[in-house]
C-alpha cells in the first residue's frame, strides 16, 4: 500500500504496535512520518510514547474495562444477563508527533485530479 503511486496521507491501525509497523515500513520506503503520512495507532499503549516519532493514538479507558468486565463475568456466572450486549465506552484521541496536516503538494495534485475529472465528465 505504501509503496503505490497513490498512496494514502494517513493511515490508522487496528493497534498502536501494528502503527508502529507501519512506521517502520514507511521509514524503510523514505517515507517521512508526520510530514508524508500520518499514521494513528489504538490502544493507547506505552509502546505510543516510544517511537519515534511519538505515535498519535486512540487510548482505551482501561479503568473502565477492569471495572466493567468483571462485573459482567460475575453476572453471566450466576446465570444472569449482562446489563447490555453491547457495552460502549468513551475513548480519548491523544495527539503527537505522528500526526500532521494533509502535505500540500497531495492536497494540489488530489484537487487537480478532481478538476480534470470534472472537466472531461462534463
Known sequence: MLARPDRPTAIFANSDACAIGVMEAARRLGIRVPADL???GF?????????TPQLTTI???????????????SRLLDGGSPDSHHIQLATQLVVRGSTAARPRERQRDNDHARRDHASSTS
Open 38 to 40: 500520518s499514521v494513528i
Open 43 to 51: 490502544d493507547g499503549s506505552k509502546l505510543a510514547v516510544w517511537s
Open 59 to 73: 487510548a482505551q479507558p482501561l479503568t473502565n474495562i477492569t471495572r466493567v468486565a468483571p462485573r459482567t463475568i
